[in-house]
């Protein structure tokens, strides 16, 4: 099992950045395809980007693409989210994830373990 904890989260101003972090303990992260996900206020929880076990390749959803940027350092078991251009829309609990599925991963379902968030506040 591996234990997963978010951190970076914060208050910020429309068009701000922001790096989240995703520390893992327990097993390697190198073990997982990771994922964020987000959740705000009202609505489900849904996919932001996920990236391969050695970080080769990324995946996003359109709404993020092209602002978002998800890396992952296996040597420090972390995994991070880098924001740009932020926006209200992007207010949100950011979840981090692990995958064991052996092909990308975009849906909740196919995650097995989870952070308990980071929250991100957008204002206008």
């Known amino acids: 099992q591996v234990q997963l904890v978010e951190s970076g989260g914060g208050l910020v101003q429309t068009g701000a950045s922001l790096r989240l972090s995703c520390v893992a303990s327990?097993?390697?992260?190198?073990?997982?395809?990771m994922g964020w996900f987000r959740q705000a206020p009202g609505k489900e929880r849904e996919f932001a980007a996920s990236i391969s076990r050695g970080g080769s390749n990324t995946w996003y959803a359109d709404s993020v693409k092209g602002r978002f940027t998800i890396s992952r350092d296996n040597a420090k078991n972390t995994v991070y989210l880098h924001m740009n251009s932020l926006k209200p829309e992007d207010t949100a609990v950011y979840y981090c994830?692990?995958?064991?599925?052996?092909?990308?991963?975009?849906?909740?379902?196919?995650?097995?373990?989870w952070g308990q968030g980071t929250q991100v506040t957008v204002s206008s």
């Open positions: 327990g097993r390697a992260v190198s073990n997982y395809i």
């Open positions: 994830a692990g995958s064991q599925r052996r092909t990308v991963a975009k849906y909740r379902s196919e995650y097995d373990y």
